[in-house]
């Protein structure tokens, strides 16, 4: 089993989304429109250009390991992460997430380091550092056995001008496959779910026309392993959410890929947020079915200029079956 990770960004394509397996026939359509967007220069377009090339390696130190034991002392995962890019590329920043059956998980990545959500990491051309993921699982319980996978976002504070929001890589999400923890003792398990907001209704029949071309028999469907995961913008086409006192309402699309429990969590300047007082929203997705989660987010607090965007993990022993996907991120304007 593979556990190298590798983000390969291209200064010339911005990629729209980020949903695993796609074969959108309008895929050769959309990099042209975008490298057609970096035709005409300008400041904005160049910088946006600039700090999302770059390349990335990243893995497990110990690659003959798969499994891991809980038994209520922290979980330490050796991991390391090396800037490829050549001396003369810019320092990349790496915002480095985890997630343990599905949920967001807190940790450190120093004995005495700082326990947070997302580490942010700066590395030179051609530097390379080694640590470990240490953590209590934030889910789990006693003879359970659940996954955890390392995710990384390139670039997680970068934020495109407003009147053209162009992220180019930035905020890109990668991740590692999945090793298995095996509960010898409970998990902190601190964290509540909704169920509240979604709709479950059949994909739109001009989503499956679209998908058409690909499908390869009667008993081949090619949405049944390409997870399509979307977060609506406030103006279409154009990746910006526009909030109004102090709130912004939310749409998630969810469909394709395996029938699996999953796990939402959105994330507002890559740190996670509440609907309803509850951390995640707990769905199972179905094939031919399109889950789709509607809620109004509190902006108390917030500046006016932010991102988000959310994620989804699959839980329990479905880790096994398909693992994490990220909506596009949008700037959100706070009003």
Known sequence: MK???CILLISTIILTGCKTGNKNKNDKE???????????KNENIENVKKESSGQISFGYLNEKKDVYEYNGKDVEIPFYLENQGNK???VATIGLLLFVDGNIQDYRIEANGKIQTMQKITLKPKERK??????????????DKVGVI??????PDSLPNEKNPSWGNNQQLSANVPLEIKMKSNGTNQLKATKKHVKVSDIPEEILNDWKNTYVSDEYDSL??????????????KQILYGKNRKVPITLKLYGGASVNEKITIFINNKPVKIDKKDYIKVKTQKGKMITVTANL?????DRINSIYAIVMTSGGDYKIQDISKTDSLLLINK
């Not at 080694?130 to 003879?143: A, D, N, R, T, Y």
């Not at 390392?150 to 670039?155: E, G």
């Open 3 to 5: 556990r190298i990770g």
């Open 30 to 40: 959309n990099k042209t429109a975008v490298e057609n967007r970096f035709e005409k």
């Open 88 to 90: 003369n590329e810019s």
């Open 130 to 143: 080694e640590f470990k993921l240490i953590f209590k699982p934030v889910s789990g319980k006693k003879g």
């Open 150 to 155: 390392p995710a990384t976002i390139w670039n």
């Open 224 to 237: 049944d392993t390409s997870v399509n995961f979307e977060m609506e913008s406030s103006v279409k086409d």
């Open 298 to 302: 509190d902006l108390s607090g917030y």
